[in-house]
């Protein structure tokens, strides 16, 4: 997984309630994403980077933020989590803009009950 | 609308058989065109990537055509494996840097 991890990996947690992912990339792209992958859909774009805390919207960004403190590190959170979050979160990452080569990372799997 | 079809939507075949997938999209004005594999419980891997003027590309047993007048791509995989079994996603990409993703054909090669 091109030096790209995850985590964690699995979550579980209830209406209402906060959660971060996390991406941590050993890489040092500068162009790192976040997408959202929902049966019968198409991996969407939630939100991404293009550098150390320039971050940008993508197709499906309500309800979420990011942050980028660190080149390798792209944190995704929801602020308060609805059962539509329910979905496996993969990150992405680029050594050019989103246009060229994607590296995923494994996804993580957040279950919102 | 910017939209990636992809078809069949599930594909079951025999170990050892050939098989063809594809993908329809309407995205404009187009760039290139890429085909991803995903194993279950893993992230995209891509296949191949495929601009105007391609029109085969092979990666192994792996076959990707490109018709930019139809605006149609097709993936052919030549004598299946058991390691073949997984979702094959066909993006495209326009001059707007957008990916716009397919959901998907899920492929089962059986024994």
């Known amino acids: 997984d091109a030096g790209i991890t995850q985590s964690p990996r699995h979550k579980v947690t209830e209406t209402g309630t906060p959660v971060t992912l996390r991406c941590h990339q050993t890489?040092?792209?500068?162009?790192m994403y976040w997408y959202r992958q929902d049966p019968g859909h198409g991996l969407r774009l939630i939100h991404y980077?293009?550098?150390?805390?320039?971050?940008d919207k993508g197709e499906v960004s309500d309800g979420y933020s990011v942050s980028r403190s660190k080149t390798e590190d792209f944190l995704l959170t929801l602020e308060s989590a609805t059962s539509s979050q329910t979905s496996v979160y993969f990150c992405?990452?680029?050594?050019?803009?989103?246009?060229?080569?994607?590296?995923f990372g494994p996804g993580t799997r957040l279950t919102v009950t | 609308k910017n939209q990636v079809e992809q078809s069949p939507q599930s594909l079951i075949i025999l170990e050892g058989k050939n098989c063809t997938l594809q993908?329809?999209?309407?995205?404009?004005?187009?760039?290139?065109l890429r085909w991803y594999k995903q194993d279950t419980g893993r992230g995209p891997v891509s296949l191949t990537i495929?601009?105007?003027?391609?029109n085969t590309k092979s990666n192994g047993r792996y076959t990707a055509t490109l018709d930019a007048d139809t605006k149609q791509s097709s993936l052919h995989i030549t004598a299946s494996q058991l390691s073949d079994s997984a979702s094959y996603i066909c993006?495209?990409?326009?001059?707007?840097?957008?990916?716009?993703f397919g959901a998907g054909t899920i492929l089962r090669v059986k024994s």
């Open positions: 992405a990452i680029s050594d050019r803009e989103q246009t060229y080569e994607q590296y």
């Open positions: 980077s293009y550098g150390v805390k320039d971050t």
């Open positions: 890489e040092n792209h500068r162009y």
């Open positions: 993006v495209v990409r326009n001059y707007g840097n957008k990916l716009v």
């Open positions: 993908c329809n999209y309407t995205v404009s004005p187009f760039s290139n």
């Open positions: 495929m601009t105007f003027s391609e």
